[in-house]
């Protein structure tokens, strides 16, 4: 099979397309035809060697895909072949086909679009359990999500809205942007990129600060966020976005009673009783016309290093996706 590996870690162009053994499913395991992989930060992370735990290598990124069952193991009983499907894989996901665990794809309904389903899982369970896992989202309270026109950022403002949040404010690097996050509930829109942005994120709050913060940049952005929480604040990591890795006191927080939490997402996975019902609830709020996608570019398998390129230079929109099979 065709599959998008690197050898060594670097830029972008260290993704090549190579031939692999197509994988065998085991017992508890199906093999999927993929037809779409979603792009994440993550993947790039990976592809540079500064993953939260350590990339091995070669390795073929991609978690998030949606495909065809077209082999199960024996002792599989939950999914047939033929099942459209989408899943979170651990690595394999930019290639013609991989295997998952059984108990873990989730089979899909009626005629939802495979680009549509690959667009949730990853980034919807981030954005749910960064809110309400970690962040302890109360009904009323204010949200501050940066990036809030990219892929967590997009879910995060409407899921934050669906969860009660009294007030929503966004952040985003252009006028468009922020227009599209107008448009999906926030209540407030400022540019961070504008020098002092966190006295207006204060300005929206009276002076009070966000109850919770949703932060991926690092670097100077996280030291500016500190500064817009409010007491009992909480400060979500899940990224670092920038590669800046930022410096705190943490005795700082000590006086407001503020909190700095890390959130990584397959320590989620590894709970079912947080997983299952959280993913039950996304499909739900799509199915119900509550969530709304945003698929802002497709673009073929081939094109995987440009793709990253354009991810990390901040000129995509929404989700982005690889199309596998067409």
């Given at each position: 099979m065709k599959a998008i590996q690197f050898t060594e870690y670097g830029g972008p162009e260290v993704l090549k397309m190579v031939e692999l053994d197509r994988p065998k499913p085991g017992s508890h395991e199906v093999l999927i035809e993929i037809h779409v992989v979603g792009v994440n930060?993550?993947?790039?992370?990976?592809?540079?060697?500064?993953?939260?735990?350590?990339?091995?290598?070669?390795?073929?990124?991609?978690?998030e895909v949606a495909g065809i069952v077209v082999e199960t193991g024996s002792e599989v009983t939950n999914v047939n072949i033929g099942a459209r499907v989408v899943t979170l894989i651990e690595s394999g996901g930019y290639a013609?086909?991989?295997?998952?665990?059984?108990r873990s794809v989730i089979l899909l309904k009626g005629e939802l679009d495979l680009k549509e389903a690959v667009s949730l899982p990853l980034q919807g369970l981030s954005a749910y359990h960064i809110l309400k896992t970690m962040g302890q989202l109360q009904e009323d309270e204010t949200v501050l999500v940066h990036a809030a026109a990219g892929g967590v950022?997009?879910?995060?403002?409407?899921?934050?809205k669906l969860m009660g949040a009294g007030k929503v404010i966004a952040t985003a690097s252009t006028e468009e942007k922020l227009e599209l996050a107008r448009s999906l509930g926030a209540d407030v829109c400022i540019n961070y990129t504008k020098e002092g942005w966190y006295k207006d994120v204060l300005e929206a709050t009276n002076g009070r600060g966000v109850?919770?913060?949703?932060?991926?940049?690092?670097?100077?952005?996280?030291?500016?966020?500190?500064?817009?929480?409010?007491?009992?604040?909480r400060l979500v990591i899940y990224g670092v976005a920038s590669g800046e890795q930022a410096v705190m006191h943490?005795?700082?927080?000590?006086?407001?009673?503020?909190?700095?939490?890390?959130f990584f997402l397959p320590q989620i996975m590894k709970k079912p009783e947080l997983l299952l019902p959280s993913m039950r609830d996304l499909f739900s709020f799509l199915e119900e016309g509550k969530?709304?996608?945003?698929?802002?570019?497709?673009?073929?398998?081939?094109?995987?290093?440009?793709?990253?390129?354009?991810?990390?230079?901040?000129?995509?929109?929404?989700?982005?996706?690889?199309?596998?099979?067409?």
């Open positions: 930060y993550a993947d790039t992370a990976r592809r540079e060697g500064q993953y939260v735990v350590p990339t091995k290598l070669p390795f073929v990124p991609g978690a013609e086909y991989a295997v998952a665990d059984a950022g997009t879910l995060a403002v409407q899921l934050a109850n919770v913060a949703l932060e991926m940049a690092g670097g100077n952005v996280f030291k500016d966020t500190l500064k817009c929480l409010a007491t009992f604040g943490p005795s700082s927080l000590m006086a407001r009673n503020q909190s700095v939490i890390g969530l709304k996608l945003i698929i802002g570019e497709v673009h073929p398998i081939e094109e995987a290093a440009k793709v990253h390129e354009l991810l990390q230079s901040r000129k995509t929109i929404g989700k982005v996706l690889l199309q596998v099979r067409r």
